[in-house]
Each structure stands twice: as C-alpha cells, then as structure tokens.
C-alpha cells in the first residue's frame, strides 16, 4: 500500500500549457514537499508547505489538510521545466523527528 | 561554496565487494540522511544520523552500513551483503526533514 500516491505517473505538455500534477496521502503530515529531479539526478527543494498556498515564480502548490492532497502547478510551461516532480509528505509523529516518505513521481516532459 | 558533494558520481561494484559512497556537507547541519532510488520507486530511506557519532536505521538498512565520525562528513558502506545494490543513492542533510539539501547523488552498478 503506497502511503504517497502522485499523478500522472508522466505527463507530455507543449510549451505554453498549464500543467497539474497531484499529490494524495493517507498518513498524518505535518507538512509536505515539493521536489525537482532533473536528468542528471540531483533534487531542488521547490515548496514546503503545511498549509494553503506558495507561489514562486510560473509554479503554484497546494495544500488541503482535510482531503489529504496537494497539487504543484506550473504556468506557461517551458521545455526547461521538464524533470520529474516528487512529492514527500513530512508523517506526523507526535512529537518526535519524524522522517519523509516519497511519492514515485511525475515525469514531465515539456515539447517546444 | 556551501553545499553537499557526493563522491563518485558512478561506482562500479564487483562480486563480493564493499564499496564505499562519500558524502560531505559544509552548511553545518546536524542531520544527514541516506536515501536509495530505484526505477518507478520512490526514495527510501536507508540510515540517518541526528547528530555526530550516532546514526538510526531507516527502512531498508539490510547491507549498509554508515559513520558519521565528522558532521560534515556521512559515509555509506555498501557491504557485499547488499544484493541488489545497482540502484541511484542520494545523501541528504538539514536541520530536520522540513529541511533537507541534497547532493547530485551517486549511481552504483554491479559488473
């Protein structure tokens, strides 16, 4: 059972489209990544958040507690912009350290 | 140049053989983590450290094994224990898991 589910899986877009890709859960977080994985394997940090909504730059998370899910939105995509997105929710231990668990992620390709 | 370095960037491991994968970090952080990644799977969690001289397993730890003798430094052994070791490692560090910087990552193959 995969505590962290991401969709789609991939995602093809021609330049200019508006992208969503999901994020659902069914585990208590305290708060929930959004990562960047380019082709050469590092990951960015893009968003932490535990509630509402960031924005920075053509890209938009999301968050609602209540129904377990997050979104990441990129606006005016841009072949730079393909790399796959994962999402890594924060679990809610109580009080203790607790660690990330890792969605499979989403492989965005962006066609000019 | 603050930042995480991860040494090699492609490791090739034989049969029976204990490779070991650097990581070092210079943002001063007291947490550093160890997470494998495998086609179509996410990052688990394989050991991290809190603090110096002290490190926790994490869900996969079978065939690992790690220090952390320096904060900057987490090194991870994978012994020949492991048998599955091809797969992409990524070290991480932060204050916690609400920040975490990663390293370019390192990926190992079995000859």
């Known amino acids: 059972k995969n505590e962290v589910e991401q969709s789609p899986q991939n995602l093809t877009a021609q330049e200019g489209e508006f992208i969503t890709i999901n994020c659902s859960y069914s585990v208590g977080i305290s708060a929930l990544h959004w990562l960047q994985q380019h082709p050469g394997g590092g990951i960015v940090s893009l968003f932490m958040l535990s509630s509402g909504k960031k924005k920075h730059g053509r890209l938009i998370a999301t968050i609602n507690i209540q129904e377990k899910h997050s979104s990441l939105h990129i606006t005016a995509s841009h072949p730079r912009d393909s790399a796959v997105y994962i999402c890594?929710?924060?679990?809610?231990?109580?009080?203790?350290?607790?660690?990330?668990?890792f969605g499979k992620g989403t492989k965005l390709s962006v066609k000019p | 140049d603050g930042g995480i370095t991860q040494s090699p960037k492609y490791l090739f491991r034989k049969e029976g053989q204990n490779v070991t994968l650097s990581c070092e970090q210079n943002l001063n952080h007291d947490a550093m983590y160890w997470y494998r990644q495998d086609p179509g799977q996410g990052l688990r969690l394989i050991y991290y450290?809190?603090?110096?001289?002290?490190?926790q397993k994490g869900d996969i730890a079978e065939g690992y094994s790690v220090s952390r003798e320096k904060k900057e430094s987490f090194p991870l052994t994978v012994t020949s224990a492991q048998k599955n070791p091809t797969a992409f490692y990524l070290c991480?560090?932060?204050?916690?898991?609400?920040?975490?910087?990663f390293g370019p990552g390192t990926r190992l193959l079995v000859l």
């Open positions: 890594a929710v924060i679990l809610n231990y109580g009080g203790s350290q607790g660690n990330l668990i």
């Open positions: 991480a560090s932060g204050t916690g898991p609400e920040t975490q910087y």
């Open positions: 450290s809190q603090i110096v001289n002290d490190f």
